[in-house]
């Protein structure tokens, strides 16, 4: 059975409905609303084919149809029409351009995060930098006494990095810089996956002489390439959920509490391309999120993105809406991260 315009269009038309209303759609309710030019009757065979079809369930046996995460994929692909912004959500997003222009990248983030999940009324969960994505900018050592130094390691997204290193005698303050020199000249502008043993080898043969300073570096950097992969969880809107009917059900809402406690499985779940992705229903990667839809974006510096963004709300969200927004705020945070580093 092909699906044919008339299908389609009552298919777009049960979909408006429900993702506004929240109810199951009847027959009569497409036929009073919406012109399609035939009666209820034709409109109740068409929603039973569409319901064969895989594209409409029908939760209960005497209650109106709901999509499908089919027919969710097949509304966002082909049948959804694109929204602009509301002057409204234009100048709050302006006013966080503004706002954003001189924080660090750690609050940028968490400011993005929090407008998001305010505008699309979702739960938004944001990855910052992980160290692995981050170039470094800066190393340097000071003096704490005469026998301890603490390395600062800075990247281009805001991660520093400290660690205490014990030495016998710390060098003095001019031998200090000539060292940190030496230090910067190896390894600014590299990323941590790039700094391997031929650097270390390289490194260690600049600062010869200096064997305790090296020897006490050296575990630094290491732990700090361990630390790589790691990043924080920021999540914004948390019970957003709850005013959605669907998380009425006490054993949903606690489904989908459990999810947004479980970090890893978030991470896995929120994994993009740099174009925005939309996951419906049984297209996400984890069970508890069968019932989701997860929208999510890479944010970048310049050309390489350095962390993700996402939403995550019932199937039943605004999808033209909800997209709109993201790809200005995505867009926004880009130039902001940019400019910052000119």
């Given at each position: 059975?092909?699906?044919?315009?008339?299908?389609?269009?009552?298919?777009?038309?049960?979909?408006?409905?429900?993702?506004?209303?929240?109810?199951?759609?009847?027959?009569?309710?497409?036929?009073?609303?919406?012109?399609?030019?035939?009666?209820?009757?034709?409109?109740?065979?068409?929603?039973?084919?569409?319901?064969?079809?895989?594209?409409?369930?029908?939760?209960?046996?005497?209650?109106?149809?709901?999509?499908?995460?089919?027919?969710?994929?097949?509304?966002?692909?082909?049948?959804?029409?694109?929204?602009?912004?509301?002057?409204?959500?234009?100048?709050?997003?302006?006013?966080?351009?503004?706002?954003?222009?001189?924080?660090?990248?750690?609050?940028?983030?968490?400011?993005?995060?929090?407008?998001?999940?305010?505008?699309?009324?979702?739960?938004?969960?944001?990855?910052?930098?992980?160290?692995?994505?981050?170039?470094?900018?800066?190393?340097?050592?000071?003096?704490?006494?005469?026998?301890?130094?603490?390395?600062?390691?800075?990247?281009?997204?805001?991660?520093?990095?400290?660690?205490?290193?014990?030495?016998?005698?710390?060098?003095?303050?001019?031998?200090?810089?000539?060292?940190?020199?030496?230090?910067?000249?190896?390894?600014?502008?590299?990323?941590?996956?790039?700094?391997?043993?031929?650097?270390?080898?390289?490194?260690?043969?600049?600062?010869?002489?200096?064997?305790?300073?090296?020897?006490?570096?050296?575990?630094?950097?290491?732990?700090?390439?361990?630390?790589?992969?790691?990043?924080?969880?920021?999540?914004?809107?948390?019970?957003?959920?709850?005013?959605?009917?669907?998380?009425?059900?006490?054993?949903?809402?606690?489904?989908?509490?459990?999810?947004?406690?479980?970090?890893?499985?978030?991470?896995?779940?929120?994994?993009?391309?740099?174009?925005?992705?939309?996951?419906?229903?049984?297209?996400?990667?984890?069970?508890?999120?069968k019932e989701c839809s997860v929208i999510s974006a890479e944010y970048s510096l310049g050309d390489r993105p350095i962390g993700?963004?996402?939403?995550?709300?019932?199937?039943?969200?605004?999808?033209?809406?909800?997209?709109?927004?993201?790809?200005?705020?995505?867009?926004?945070?880009?130039?902001?991260?940019?400019?910052?580093?000119?």
């Amino acid at each position: 059975m092909t699906i044919d315009d008339r299908k389609i269009k009552i298919l777009q038309a049960i979909i408006n409905d429900y993702i506004r209303t929240g109810d199951p759609v009847g027959s009569r309710t497409i036929a009073k609303k919406y012109n399609l030019g035939v009666g209820s009757a034709t409109i109740r065979n068409e929603m039973a084919d569409l319901e064969d079809m895989g594209y409409l369930e029908q939760p209960h046996a005497s209650a109106g149809r709901i999509p499908s995460s089919k027919g969710y994929r097949l509304y966002v692909d082909k049948l959804m029409v694109d929204q602009f912004l509301t002057p409204e959500e234009d100048m709050r997003i302006k006013q966080y351009i503004i706002d954003s222009a001189m924080l660090e990248v750690d609050k940028i983030v968490r400011q993005t995060s929090a407008l998001l999940s305010e505008l699309t009324n979702l739960t938004c969960v944001m990855q910052t930098p992980s160290v692995k994505r981050s170039i470094i900018k800066s190393v340097q050592l000071l003096k704490i006494d005469n026998n301890t130094l603490v390395s600062v390691i800075l990247t281009d997204t805001g991660v520093i990095k400290n660690h205490m290193l014990r030495i016998k005698n710390v060098p003095a303050i001019e031998e200090l810089n000539k060292i940190n020199a030496v230090i910067n000249g190896r390894l600014i502008n590299l990323s941590i996956e790039k700094i391997n043993l031929e650097v270390i080898n390289q490194l260690k043969e600049d600062l010869y002489g200096y064997d305790d300073v090296f020897n006490a570096l050296l575990p630094a950097l290491y732990e700090t390439l361990n630390e790589s992969d790691s990043s924080e969880v920021i999540m914004e809107g948390t019970t957003n959920i709850f005013n959605y009917p669907e998380y009425n059900d006490i054993e949903k809402a606690k489904e989908m509490l459990a999810l947004l406690n479980d970090k890893e499985a978030l991470i896995d779940l929120f994994k993009t391309s740099d174009d925005i992705t939309i996951r419906i229903g049984e297209e996400n990667y984890k069970p508890q999120a069968k019932e989701c839809s997860v929208i999510s974006a890479e944010y970048s510096l310049g050309d390489r993105p350095i962390g993700t963004i996402g939403l995550i709300g019932p199937r039943r969200i605004n999808y033209s809406r909800v997209i709109v927004i993201m790809a200005e705020i995505v867009k926004e945070l880009n130039n902001i991260l940019k400019n910052q580093h000119l």
